[in-house]
């Protein structure tokens, strides 16, 4: 991976460049990482090799090379290269990189590529504002975004786009890019003689969490601090722990990888999986989630999921919630763990689920049916003339506290089968009381 800008790093620079900005990639062939986009043959890598280039949307972690990527394209395409943030531009912003594209076009012929990092943090008004322009050649527009671009970007700005999927790098692309930072004597740290063991580099790997920017900050980091023995700088286990002490494990609470970890941690427990769940519940809390708000998803997961296979479930998931709002963290984080285990361990039934979206199909379809006389209450002279309640069977007075034979449904509405217990946990003995109850009502003459 040899450097995009040189930096002689045994005089003072005017301009001080990370190392992760000095060892860029200058060609695609030094690009690591992203081989389902840029390998052999592959149409991004073509496309890019010919200078062919069209709008599109990076989207993909942080440090997996997005901007990187559409330097090399400007670069391979002969482009101007315009970079806005959408955390610091606005509209004024965005005119003024069309003026300039504009201008370009019409002197030289030169093709301008505007690249938006933090895509996603522009509102519909800012992302409108691109759409004439790439719609008609004054821009080719790439955007970068570390989140879902089907729930941050507009559909106008989409359909004109093409979106290409960046991996999170694997162990062995970092480790890569540490033995170039180490080997390059011009932009790297090869001038240094570090003694980095390679047990300590996979560690160093493990908390960069596949961002290669990361690793290449924390390296740097590393070599500032490291020992000098026998002229030469030792990276030891104790520095290295110094230095890894903050958690990088990504954990963006608005974001992409947020709703997949609390995916995981439901469809976990739904799976009946506690070690997983338990897995993913540490994943969150570490990361930094709201404990409360994994307390309200477990509530959903006893209702949805287990239902009245073990109603436990519901009342255990309620008092580990209170007891954290008792205890706070990290001693409160002990009763919702517990509760994640009972869950995923409990027998599961979506009984409810299913007939409760299913009524509510029913209803939404068939409009609003009347009560029938016989279920109305009577409070009033006038309502009991009118027969409310007139005919009504009080089921206590009954054989077996039920009234075989009555309908409860809407006059003219033919009775629908929504609850059907499964055959875990307590609705077996539910299955078994409701085939019962049936038996009695096929035995009980029509009123």
């Given at each position: 991976m040899k450097?995009?800008?040189?930096?002689d790093?045994?005089e003072t620079?005017?301009?001080?460049?990370p190392l992760?900005?000095?060892?860029?990639?200058?060609?695609?062939?030094e690009?690591?990482?992203q081989?389902?986009?840029?390998?052999k043959d592959?149409p991004l890598?073509?496309?890019i090799?010919?200078g062919?280039?069209h709008?599109?949307?990076l989207w993909g972690?942080p440090g997996?090379g997005k901007?990187t990527?559409?330097?090399?394209?400007?670069?391979k395409?002969?482009?101007?290269f315009?970079k806005l943030?959408?955390?610091f531009?606005?509209?004024k912003?965005?005119r003024a990189?069309?003026?300039e594209?504009k201008r370009?076009?019409?002197?030289?012929g030169?093709p301008?590529?505007l690249?938006?990092d933090?895509?996603h943090?522009?509102?519909k008004?800012?992302?409108?504002?691109?759409?004439?322009?790439?719609?008609?050649?004054?821009l080719?527009f790439i955007?970068?975004?570390t989140e879902?671009?089907s729930?941050e970007?507009?559909?106008?700005?989409?359909?004109?786009?093409r979106?290409y999927?960046l991996?999170r790098?694997?162990a062995?692309?970092?480790?890569q890019i540490?033995a170039h930072a180490?080997?390059?004597k011009?932009?790297g740290?090869g001038?240094?003689?570090?003694?980095f063991?390679?047990?300590?580099?996979?560690?160093?790997?493990?908390?960069?969490?596949?961002d290669?920017?990361a690793?290449?900050n924390?390296l740097e980091v590393?070599?500032?601090?490291a020992?000098?023995?026998?002229?030469?700088?030792?990276?030891t286990?104790?520095?290295l722990?110094e230095v890894?002490q903050?958690s990088l494990r990504?954990?963006?609470?608005?974001?992409e990888?947020?709703?997949d970890?609390?995916?995981?941690?439901?469809?976990?427990?739904r799976?009946s999986?506690?070690?997983?769940?338990l897995y993913?519940?540490?994943?969150?809390?570490?990361?930094?989630?709201?404990?409360?708000?994994?307390?309200?998803r477990m509530?959903r997961?006893?209702?949805e999921?287990?239902g009245?296979a073990?109603?436990?479930?519901?009342?255990?998931t309620?008092?580990?919630?209170?007891?954290?709002?008792?205890?706070?963290?990290p001693e409160?984080?002990?009763?919702?763990?517990?509760a994640?285990i009972y869950l995923a361990s409990?027998p599961?039934s979506n009984?409810?689920?299913?007939?409760y979206?299913?009524?509510?199909?029913d209803?939404?379809?068939q409009?609003s049916a009347e009560?029938?006389?016989?279920l109305r209450?009577?409070?009033?002279k006038?309502m009991?003339q009118?027969?409310y309640?007139?005919?009504?069977?009080?089921?206590h007075?009954?054989p077996?506290?039920?009234?075989a034979g009555?309908?409860y449904f809407p006059?003219g509405m033919k009775p629908?089968h929504?609850?059907?217990?499964?055959?875990?946990?307590?609705e077996?003995k539910?299955?078994?009381k409701?085939a019962?109850?049936?038996?009695l009502?096929?035995?009980s003459k029509?009123?």
């Amino acid at each position: 991976m040899k450097p995009k800008i040189k930096n002689d790093l045994t005089e003072t620079s005017s301009v001080f460049q990370p190392l992760a900005a000095r060892l860029r990639p200058s060609s695609l062939d030094e690009f690591v990482g992203q081989s389902h986009l840029l390998g052999k043959d592959k149409p991004l890598r073509k496309a890019i090799e010919q200078g062919v280039l069209h709008s599109m949307i990076l989207w993909g972690p942080p440090g997996t090379g997005k901007t990187t990527l559409a330097r090399l394209m400007s670069e391979k395409a002969e482009a101007r290269f315009e970079k806005l943030s959408a955390i610091f531009s606005g509209v004024k912003d965005i005119r003024a990189v069309v003026d300039e594209a504009k201008r370009a076009r019409e002197v030289s012929g030169q093709p301008t590529i505007l690249f938006v990092d933090e895509v996603h943090r522009f509102n519909k008004a800012q992302q409108d504002a691109f759409l004439p322009y790439v719609e008609d050649g004054t821009l080719i527009f790439i955007g970068a975004t570390t989140e879902n671009p089907s729930f941050e970007l507009n559909n106008a700005l989409l359909s004109r786009t093409r979106v290409y999927v960046l991996k999170r790098l694997t162990a062995d692309d970092l480790l890569q890019i540490i033995a170039h930072a180490l080997a390059d004597k011009q932009n790297g740290l090869g001038h240094l003689t570090i003694e980095f063991p390679l047990e300590l580099q996979k560690i160093l790997v493990e908390a960069a969490d596949g961002d290669a920017r990361a690793v290449l900050n924390l390296l740097e980091v590393l070599s500032d601090l490291a020992t000098e023995e026998q002229n030469k700088l030792v990276v030891t286990p104790d520095l290295l722990a110094e230095v890894l002490q903050e958690s990088l494990r990504r954990f963006d609470k608005g974001g992409e990888a947020f709703y997949d970890q609390i995916s995981a941690l439901h469809k976990s427990v739904r799976g009946s999986s506690p070690d997983a769940a338990l897995y993913w519940f540490a994943r969150m809390i570490d990361g930094g989630c709201d404990p409360r708000y994994v307390g309200r998803r477990m509530l959903r997961m006893a209702s949805e999921d287990i239902g009245n296979a073990d109603p436990r479930a519901l009342e255990l998931t309620l008092n580990a919630c209170d007891v954290y709002e008792r205890l706070g963290s990290p001693e409160g984080e002990l009763a919702l763990a517990q509760a994640i285990i009972y869950l995923a361990s409990a027998p599961k039934s979506n009984a409810v689920y299913v007939a409760y979206n299913e009524v509510m199909r029913d209803i939404k379809a068939q409009g609003s049916a009347e009560v029938p006389l016989h279920l109305r209450n009577a409070p009033t002279k006038l309502m009991k003339q009118l027969d409310y309640g007139k005919t009504y069977r009080y089921a206590h007075d009954e054989p077996e506290a039920y009234a075989a034979g009555e309908t409860y449904f809407p006059e003219g509405m033919k009775p629908r089968h929504y609850y059907r217990p499964v055959s875990r946990g307590l609705e077996i003995k539910i299955a078994e009381k409701l085939a019962h109850l049936k038996e009695l009502d096929k035995k009980s003459k029509p009123r």
